[in-house]
């Protein structure tokens, strides 16, 4: 890989941080985008509604982060909000953090300062999808120069909609240090318009575009400074291992951490006294207001010699709001 901020995606080590909702330049039909987060103003930490500044610093310990990965919004606001947080991460975590920029805009001199000294080592950019091909000679071309001077890493990430010979010549001509092209997929937030513009799900796929990763990598694919993120890669880089990561981290010595990153653990509804009164030894289990969890394999063992009546087996993400993905009686 060409960049320290894939490579640390790849180990599932980078935290998503998303800064602001709303575009003020730019309405791309392929804005992925679910409600929750277009045209809002709120801070997203990986799946973490951000509060305040901590939540932020926390999230990242959640999950042992290598590095973070900075995105949504145009605004000034969005400006101000990732040189803070881009400070408190460096601060808090040291040079070693690597923080990386999406943006769909250019930014200028200042701005590319501003976020050289925050601690930014690279910044992606995507052009609109209007002016590929017409980039030299643009401010698109300029600020990959500016980024550079400034301290940066400059490279260009677009989503796969068609190959552009113009971005490998941008990486020729030194101005860019990489490009990664992401395979083109369709989500809730952009299904409809991208039907109208002509696009359709690859047969037997959840969300890749049919037809364009093929043109894409007869163009673009053996140039060895561009990288063609696929969907598949990205659910088991970006968000699985990720997930193992956190659970690892959070994980309490009863949990089991599955294949796909979720814990594993019993819940039953007795007195903890019940644990007690049968010798059951304390990092087996840990008593809440109205249950107990305990080891699933301790559960379903005390129910069928009948020490307890009945119970559950619960798999839930290790992500701060626990979404519960299954729930097994055991009885």
């Not at 696009?199 to 063609?228: C, N, P, Q, W």
Request: with cysteine; charged share 35%.
């Amino acid at each position: 890989m060409h960049s320290k901020g894939c490579e640390q995606c790849a180990k599932g080590g980078k935290m998503v941080l998303f800064v602001y909702g709303y575009c003020d330049q730019r309405d791309c039909f392929y804005c992925p985008l679910g409600e929750n987060r277009k045209n809002v103003t709120d801070v997203y930490a990986n799946e973490r509604l951000v509060e305040d500044d901590q939540d932020v610093i926390e999230e990242a310990k959640r999950m042992d982060a290598l590095g973070a990965s900075v995105t949504g919004g145009e605004p000034q606001e969005a400006m101000a909000r990732t040189t803070r947080y881009l400070s408190l991460l460096k601060e808090e975590f040291g040079e070693d953090f690597h923080t990386h920029l999406y943006t769909g805009i250019t930014g200028g001199r200042e701005n590319m300062r501003r976020l050289s000294e925050a601690g930014l080592d690279e910044i992606r950019f995507h052009p609109p999808f209007e002016q590929w091909g017409d980039l030299h000679g643009t401010e698109w071309e300029d600020i990959l120069y500016v980024a550079r001077e400034e301290g940066l890493t400059p490279a260009f990430e677009i989503p796969g909609i068609r190959p552009e010979e113009e971005f490998l010549d941008f990486l020729d001509e030194g101005a860019a240090e990489f490009c990664n092209v992401n395979e083109f997929e369709m989500s809730q937030g952009n299904y409809r318009r991208m039907q109208e513009e002509g696009f359709e799900l690859k047969e037997g796929h959840m969300s890749a575009v049919e037809g364009t990763r093929e043109e894409i990598l007869d163009v673009m694919g053996d140039h060895e400074r561009v990288y063609f993120c696929t969907s598949v890669f990205k659910d088991a880089a970006q968000h699985r291992r990720r997930l193992k990561r956190m659970a690892r981290t959070i994980r309490r010595p009863f949990d089991e951490v599955t294949d796909d990153g979720t814990l594993v653990y019993g819940k039953t509804w007795v007195d903890a006294g019940t644990f007690e009164d049968l010798g059951v030894p304390e990092e087996f289990y840990t008593v809440k207001s109205d249950h107990v969890e305990v080891a699933w394999w301790l559960l379903e063992e005390m129910i069928d010699e009948g020490d307890l009546d009945e119970g559950e087996i619960v798999e839930q993400y290790p992500t701060y709001d626990g979404q519960v993905v299954e729930r097994t009686p055991v009885a």
